[in-house]
């Protein structure tokens, strides 16, 4: 018998983008899974179209931020495998199966990542935040939406830490290395949201973050990676 796997959407005012996020995984090839959709407090059009889907299940916080999000998640999903897609993003039809092949190829290991093609949904929308070769060719998607994951690995690695941001995922990512290096299929699995809202064009603050996110490694692989749990 197949696997459950949960599927985790957080959304905040994304509306425009939602729908096609939703759909793109119940386009998927693999079963069971099961659509988490939690609200970070949108003021848009978000819940009705999160709710317009029998198969989501919907929850709703006060803005709290998407690591919050993910968190709230978490605590009602029931599934032996998760995936995180973000509310701009979208998933190839092979997505999952891929993923779960592999892992069931390798029980070694515990988490596998994507590669990723960038999906433009804004005209004009120059992403000078990202080095040109990634404008330019496929690469690897080192983000959560890329990613599938053992819900015991997860649980080993912890939460999301909610004092990040912008850079929640990437705290995770790099806890999750210090136990199991990253690992790609070599297979673009992604498309990857670029548009005029994207987060990302606040270079500074998560500049800023990512240097925290640096030291807050740094401090715990000095300590030992069993202390690192958010």
């Known amino acids: 018998m197949s696997k459950l796997i949960s599927v985790i959407i957080p959304v905040f005012n994304g509306a425009r983008f939602l729908h096609a996020a939703i ?16 609200d970070d407090g949108s003021t848009d059009g978000s819940s009705a179209i999160a709710k317009s889907f029998p198969e989501v299940r919907y929850y709703y916080q006060e803005n709290r931020g998407v690591g919050a999000a993910r968190n709230l ?9 998760l995936a995180f897609l973000d509310q ?14 592999y892992l069931q190829q390798n029980p070694g290991r515990d988490y596998i990542l994507t590669h990723q093609r960038l999906h433009y949904l804004s005209e004009d929308v120059d992403p000078t935040w990202l080095r040109k070769e990634f404008w330019q060719k496929d ?9 599938l994951a053992r819900r015991s690995f997860f649980d080993e690695v912890g939460m999301f830490d909610t004092s990040f941001v912008y850079g929640s995922d990437g705290d ?7 136990r199991q290096s990253l690992q790609f299929l070599d297979e673009v699995l992604l498309l990857k949201g670029v548009h005029d809202s994207n987060e990302s064009h606040k270079v500074p603050q998560v500049q ?5 996110i640096l030291k807050k490694s740094i401090d ?8 690192d749990k958010a």
């Open 23 to 38: 759909q793109s995984v119940l386009q998927q090839d693999y079963r069971p899974i099961e659509i988490v959709v939690v």
């Open 73 to 81: 998640a978490l605590r009602h999903v029931t599934g032996d495998f």
């Open 88 to 101: 701009d993003d979208q998933w190839l039809p092979q997505k999952l199966s891929k993923q779960v092949a």
């Open 139 to 147: 690469h690897p998607g080192l983000h959560l939406g890329t990613l």
């Open 172 to 178: 995770w990512l790099f806890r999750a290395k210090r």
């Open 208 to 212: 800023k973050e990512l240097l925290r």
């Open 220 to 227: 715990q692989s000095r300590e030992g990676v069993g202390k």
